[in-house]
């Protein structure tokens, strides 16, 4: 039976409401100029229609009117450049997460969401956030392209694999909303959507340390580290040293500096041979295909807690 | 046919010009000039390129519109190439993966051997 | 049939119109082909800005000599093509037969080149990602990249040398069989440029696949 | 027309010079060519359409109402790929632009019949490709190909729909490539670039789309291919590759295809609007300078597809920036087109319906391109229902309009023959209601964040999906009846006579159908085109 029958989504992010303000200016170009082109194709088609088949066609006719045309070039570029330049300035925004930002990691699989938040617990299809606190998704696939899109948010982006892309938001009402993969993937592309679940912040708080395994996600990066052996090298000066690496400049052999974030960790683990550290041999073997996205987050959060105190290794 | 016909000697001359500058081209990589070792290598095809073009192809005797058509076409290819690999270089940090490739001298290439 | 007298399709009015015709055509048709290999020459330099080292490593493993030798080759079937159009233009048919066949020889000699003391072997070193990799270096990924252009833009480029082949045989058969003549060349002179066009692509495949960074 | 006039049919002409299944298959006529265009098209519309009545079929349920998600897969696969690539694309050029580009040039021929007549052949075989994929179990990787889903993942039969449109872009190739030599070389003495209908003008402009950008998608589809059968890591990360390159590639076609798909229809708009107002099209330089600068702008806004990919948001904000520059000339072409309307004689014959019905459909789906444009609003509405609703506003309501307009208003050309105009009007009313009903409900679902390409979907979204498949039905039935009354009135028709538009224009001066080498002298052209005003004077002595 149909249900209720919506016409317009919830607004429940900050940037909802921007978004639809433009869509309203949009909208009413739109219907302002598609009411001005029909409304003189309906005055024009009866007043000038043929009256009789041997009616003989006008004389003398307008065929140019620079100063008419040279009108209805600039207008629309006028309208067009404000429509641009609100829209860059909400992409914009959208595209710097605030530094404060709560983080949440997601996973995408043919035909899954995988979503770990950072004291380790863990949920399948459904994404609990705070209320009136930004939250920003560090996302990636283990196959093919997805994409993580909340309509109550009017947020989406990419999920890529061997690779992080990130969204950010900040809801605005408690409820529950719909997220769905935006981009096709296969068979059960249509099936791969679940639930936000806004709450109060004090509700959240209860939920995050319900039920918990009992291990943050890098404390179960500390296992890994031992588990794997990171630490029969980077614990004993043969690899540089994880203490303080974290977001700080790295100096490669080759001369150049990158950051260490997100994206060189999971590089450095997955293809060490990529950028080698200045000073170190390229001995580290690749652990690709040995650990999982899932553990590569989790190695990250744990060299992360590791925190950005001064380094007292790795670049000589 | 209103055909210009090119003397014969031009064709060999500009055959050894190609054929130095393939020498040339060959040579120069084997000189250290860092980053340059590529521009240059393409400079030296860009202009053997267009001694083919002018003389073989005997661009220098055609109709205008020939020499737009291949404009056009070197033109568009530049659009493809300029704007996609702005796309890449471009990519913030927040993006990243190749954004740490970026972050100095992307273009410096020293290989040791 | 159409013999030098009536060279003249129906649609068309006159022989400079038909020649102008062709002529467009055929350099549209390179336009094609340039935004072809476009295409790839894209992808390519994605990658090797991305890949730097990867792709030096890569090109250090072919041999720039027999690169720049290939490269001499082609360059000299470009010369004796441009000299059958040369002869073609005069309207002699024996020159013309000469300048073919060479052409044809130095692009087979060419293809002999790439094929058997390239591709072959790169395929024996375990060079032929998809097919036959072993390489083991670091980086080994991106150099297969490397390896997947390379075998893509030579052999997009052979098979455009082995379509010109074919086609040369039939101007050579057209050529013995007297369709030629001072008046009507058009056909060699329309193949003259798509060969001329191959030539091209060589001359910039030969630096960007062979030399790259350098070679000290 | 006027009954006293009495239209007589030439007694040989390019239909009955010879007959004979090898006649047609063997022959150089362009005119015969578009009419073999004119089958395969059909055919293929047909395909696609039957695709599209077993989509909206299934979207009446959220959970699906006759197949299951992998079924629905690949019949919006087919969909896309066939409405694309052999329908749209090929439609307008290959049918009405070969019947009609020599005949409006006073030239006998196109410059390379025979290389037409392969057009034709390659197209054929890129298209037994595509129906070999569809009975030996279909694909599924939508008409975007993404990578690595379609290279690494889908065990469809990827590899042959690939070689298909690889195969069929060679005919389009070809086909623009001797359009651009025919407009260049073929013109008729005294017809300047500034006395050609602009119907030449829109189709010059495509023919450069095809001949720059199908090449690019060849090549792309060729590296799928590759990276598939070797295994090797062109586009997938696992292997090294980039999928967003891809994309890239991708697009830097699929975007001035969109416009390769608009721009005859637009042609066909200025002959229409100019033919039934009876008047001079008012802006000429402007209309055919905004079909060179859409194709010409059309090439750098490839990225707009591609907001939310990944790519960088530094070239979002360029290609989003380009995407409204695009929009300008668009914008000039329909005041234009309203303009002439201004003062003329305006009758409404089915052709004018049609003509209407597309200014109307096509600013409402352009005006809906400029949300996708603005980077923001993308980023909620990207591959949502929005998107499909703004591009079947252009491809259907604009594209496919213009087509059975320019079918409609030449057919008494192509034929010789009257189609009975009140079956015609009632169809294009049809069309056009069933059309609204069934997009314009899809723009509130994209809002509302309905996602394509989905099978089974949330419970609220039915309602609207429901009158969308409603609509849909409606706009079947509206291309069925046109299909069959076109095709009784090809042999049961009345006899058109030479010109029964009293429109201007080369191809009316000759008879219809035209004898096989068009005219029975070369014509030699005085003025600028549409010269209503002089018909005038005509008509008065008359
Ligand atoms: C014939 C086909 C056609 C045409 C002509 C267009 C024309 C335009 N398109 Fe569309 N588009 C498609 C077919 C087409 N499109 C398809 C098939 C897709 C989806 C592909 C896929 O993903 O499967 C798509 C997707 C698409 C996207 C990506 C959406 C997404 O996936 O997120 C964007 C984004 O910018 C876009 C924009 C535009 C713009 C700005 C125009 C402009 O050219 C429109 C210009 C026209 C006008 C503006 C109307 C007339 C003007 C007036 C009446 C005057 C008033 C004007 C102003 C105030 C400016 N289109
Ligand atoms: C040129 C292009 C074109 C045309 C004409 C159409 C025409 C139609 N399209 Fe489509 N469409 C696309 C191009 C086109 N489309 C593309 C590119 C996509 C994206 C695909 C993808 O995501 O990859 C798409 C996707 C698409 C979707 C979204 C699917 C999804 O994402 O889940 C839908 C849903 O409603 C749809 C509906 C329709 C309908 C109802 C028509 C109607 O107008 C069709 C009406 C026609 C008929 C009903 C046939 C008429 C009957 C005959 C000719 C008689 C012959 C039959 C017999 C004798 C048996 N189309
Ligand atoms: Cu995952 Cu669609
Ligand atoms: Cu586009």
């Known amino acids: 039976m149909p249900h209720a029958f919506p016409l317009f989504p919830q607004q429940a992010s900050t940037v909802a409401p921007a978004v639809d303000h433009l869509f309203w200016f949009l909208t009413a170009v739109s219907v302002f100029f598609s009411a001005l082109i029909f409304l003189l194709i309906f005055y024009f088609a009866i007043k000038y229609r043929r009256r009789s088949q041997d009616e003989p066609p006008p004389k003398n006719q307008v065929i140019n009117n620079i100063p008419l045309e040279v009108t209805w070039t600039v207008i629309p570029m006028i309208l067009v450049a404000i429509m641009y330049f609100w829209g860059a300035e909400i992409f914009v925004r959208n595209a710097q997460p605030p530094p404060n930002a709560t983080e949440v990691f997601v996973i995408g699989k043919q035909w899954m969401w995988h979503i770990e938040h950072t004291n380790g617990k863990r949920e399948i299809n459904a994404l609990h956030i705070p209320e009136g606190v930004p939250v920003k998704l560090t996302m990636t696939s283990q196959d093919v392209i997805h994409d993580f899109f909340v309509p109550a948010f009017r947020v989406k982006n990419d999920v890529l694999p061997d690779r992080y892309t990130t969204e950010w938001f900040e809801a605005t009402k408690v409820g529950k909303y719909h997220f769905f993969c935006n981009q096709y993937c296969g068979m059960g592309h249509s099936l791969m959507r679940g639930w936000v679940y806004v709450m109060t912040p004090e509700d959240y708080e209860k939920w995050l340390n319900s039920g918990v395994t009992g291990e943050t996600m890098a404390e179960q990066g500390e296992k890994l580290y031992h588990q794997y052996g990171c630490i029969t090298c980077h614990g004993t000066g043969k690899g540089p040293a994880f203490v303080g690496l974290y977001g700080k400049p790295v100096r490669l052999d080759n001369g150049q500096t990158v950051i260490a974030n997100d994206a060189y960790i999971r590089e450095s683990i997955l293809f060490p041979s990529a950028q080698i550290v200045n000073g170190y041999p390229a001995i580290m073997p690749t652990f690709k295909g040995q650990v999982t996205e899932e553990q590569v987050l989790q190695l990250t959060a744990y060299i992360k807690s590791l925190g950005s105190k001064e380094r007292n290794t790795g670049t000589p | 046919m209103a055909e210009h016909i090119a003397p014969r000697k031009l064709y060999i001359f500009v055959f050894l010009g190609l054929l130095v500058m393939t020498v040339l081209t060959w040579q120069i990589a084997y000189i250290d000039l860092g980053k340059w070792n590529t521009v240059v290598a393409l400079i030296i095809a860009i202009f053997k390129a267009s001694l083919v073009v002018t003389f073989f192809m005997h661009l220098r005797w055609s109709h205008s519109m020939i020499r737009l058509v291949l404009f056009a076409a070197i033109f568009w290819l530049a659009i493809m190439i300029t704007l996609t690999v702005g796309d890449f270089f471009s990519r913030s940090n927040e993006q990243p993966w190749q954004a740490s490739y970026t972050v100095s001298q992307p273009m410096v290439s020293s290989v040791k051997r | ?216 | 027309m006027s009954s006293s006039e009495v239209a007589i049919t030439p007694r040989v002409h390019y239909l009955n010079v010879d007959y004979g299944i090898k006649s047609w298959l063997l022959t150089t006529d362009h005119k015969r060519i578009a009419w073999m265009y004119l089958m395969s098209i059909t055919f293929f519309f047909a395909i696609g359409g039957v695709a599209a009545t077993l989509m909206r079929l299934n979207l009446v349920e959220p959970q699906g109402l006759l197949v299951e998600p992998e079924t629905y897969n690949k019949l919006f696969s087919t969909h896309g790929i066939v409405m694309v690539f052999f329908f749209l694309v090929p439609s307008i050029p290959a049918v009405l632009g070969n019947f009609l580009i020599p005949m409006m040039l006073g030239a006998r021929d196109v410059a390379f019949p025979r290389l037409n007549l392969l057009s034709w052949y390659v197209f054929m075989t890129g298209g037994s490709f595509v129906l070999y994929a569809l009975i030996a179990g279909g694909v599924d990787t939508g008409w975007t190909f993404y990578t690595p889903l379609s290279s690494m993942y889908l065990n469809t039969h990827v590899m042959a729909a690939a070689s298909g449109i690889f195969i069929a872009g060679f005919s389009s190739i070809l086909t623009g490539l001797n359009f651009v030599v025919t407009i260049h070389k073929m013109r008729a003495p005294g017809l300047t670039w500034f006395r050609l209908p602009l119907f030449i003008w829109a189709m010059y402009a495509s023919s450069i789309i095809f001949i720059i950008a199908t090449p690019v998608i060849a090549i792309s589809l060729a590296l799928i291919v590759i990276e598939r059968f070797f295994h090797v890591g062109i586009f997938d990360p696992a292997l090294g590759g980039d999928p967003i390159l891809f994309q890239h590639l991708f697009w830097f076609y699929s975007h001035p295809a969109v416009y390769v798909m608009i721009l005859p229809s637009m042609g066909v708009m200025s002959e229409l609007v100019t033919a039934f107002s009876r008047k001079k099209i008012f802006g000429y330089h402007f209309v055919a300078f905004s079909s060179v600068a859409i194709a010409a702008i059309g090439f750098l806004v490839w990225g707009h597809h591609m907001f939310v990919s990944g790519q960088s948001i530094y070239a979002g904000l360029v290609f989003s920036a380009l995407s409204f520059a695009v929009a300008i000339p668009s914008a000039v072409k329909v005041f234009n087109w309203t303009a002439t309307l201004y003062k003329g004689s305006i009758s409404y014959e089915a052709p004018m319906l049609y003509a209407l019905g597309f200014i109307g459909l096509f600013t409402i789906g352009g005006l809906t391109g400029l949300y996708l444009a603005a980077t923001a609003l993308d980023q909620h509405v990207h591959a949502t229902y929005f998107v499909i609703a703004h591009f079947h506003y252009i491809m259907v309501g604009g594209a496919v309009m213009g087509y059975m307009g320019g079918i409609h208003f030449w057919w008494p050309k192509m034929t010789g023959r009257l189609y009975p105009d009140g079956w015609a009007r009632v169809a294009a009313i049809i069309i056009f209601v069933g059309f609204n009903l069934t997009f314009f409900p899809q723009f509130i679902l994209g809002y509302l964040g309905m996602p394509r390409r989905y099978a089974v979907y949330p419970p609220e979204f039915q309602t609207l999906n429901v009158i969308s498949t409603a609509g849909a039905s409606i706009l079947g039935l509206g291309y069925i009846i046109p299909l069959i009354y076109l095709a009784w009135s090809a042999r049961y028709g009345a006899p058109a006579g030479p010109n029964p538009w009293k429109a201007t224009g080369l191809e009316w001066t000759t008879s219809s159908p035209p004898p096989t080498h068009n005219f029975e002298e070369t014509p030699v052209v005085t003025e600028e085109p549409y010269g209503y005003d002089r018909i005038a004077e005509e008509i008065q002595v008359a």
């Open chain 3, 1 to 216: 049939m159409h013999n030098s007298e009536s060279a003249v399709y129906e649609q068309f009015d006159d022989r400079t119109q038909q020649h102008e015709a062709s002529n467009l055509g055929m350099w549209i048709f390179l336009a094609t082909e340039i935004m072809f290999f476009g295409g790839v020459f894209t992808g390519y330099t994605v990658y090797r800005n991305l890949f730097m080292t990867a792709f030096e490593a890569g090109s250090h493993l072919l041999n720039a000599r027999i690169g720049a030798l290939n490269t001499v080759v082609l360059i000299g079937s470009s010369l004796t093509m441009a000299l059958a159009v040369h002869a073609a233009q005069l309207g002699k048919r024996k020159l013309l037969m000469i300048f073919i066949v060479s052409t044809m020889c130095l692009g087979g000699v060419f293809l002999y080149i790439k094929f058997v003391l390239e591709w072959l072997h790169e395929y024996h070193d375990g060079l032929a990602p998809g097919l036959h990799w072993t390489y083991a270096g670091p980086q080994s990924g991106h150099v297969a990249l490397f390896f997947v252009f390379y075998f893509i833009l030579t052999g997009i480029h052979a098979t455009h040398m082995i379509v010109g082949e074919g086609i040369m045989a039939v101007l050579l058969y057209m050529a013995w069989r007297g369709r030629f003549s001072k008046e009507r060349y058009n056909p060699i002179e329309m193949f003259g440029l798509y060969w001329h066009f191959v030539d091209i692509v060589w001359i910039f495949l030969f630096p960007l696949l062979y030399l790259l960074g350098a070679h000290f």
